[in-house]
């Protein structure tokens, strides 16, 4: 079993960056596929980004493609999500999700294929 645990989210102006963070506790880091996800004030879940065991390879979605970057540090049971040009349309509850898996990352871009998850942090970007 892995623990989830995210950081760093807050309030920052459209254009503006902030990085999240997943810190992991429990088995290890590296056997697990990691993805960001975030949902809105009533809306849907959505899938934003994924990273393979290894850190190999990533996916995004289309809408944070060229903003985002997903990346881990398997050393400190970390992983994290830099985002770039917010706009106030990523004003969203981030969670990581965690899943003990082999493959690319763009295998796990659906929430059921998670077995792990944070609690989320909250990113709210003002225009």
């Known amino acids: 079993q892995v623990q989830l645990v995210e950081s760093g989210g807050g309030l920052v102006q459209a254009g503006g960056s902030l990085r999240v963070s997943c810190a992991a506790s429990?088995?290890?880091?590296?056997?697990?596929?990691m993805g960001w996800f975030r949902q809105a004030s009533g809306k849907e879940r959505e899938f934003v980004a994924a990273?393979?065991?290894?850190?190999?390879?990533?996916y995004y979605a289309d809408s944070v493609k060229g903003r985002f970057t997903i990346s881990r540090d398997n050393a400190k049971n970390t992983g994290y999500l830099q985002m770039n040009n917010l706009k106030p349309e990523d004003t969203a509850v981030y969670c990581c999700a965690a899943v003990a898996a082999p493959g690319s990352a763009s295998f796990y871009t659906g929430s059921s294929q998670y077995r792990y998850w944070g609690q989320g942090t909250q990113v709210t970007v003002s225009s």
């Open positions: 990273i393979s065991r290894s850190g190999g390879t990533t």
């Open positions: 429990g088995r290890t880091f590296s056997t697990y596929a």
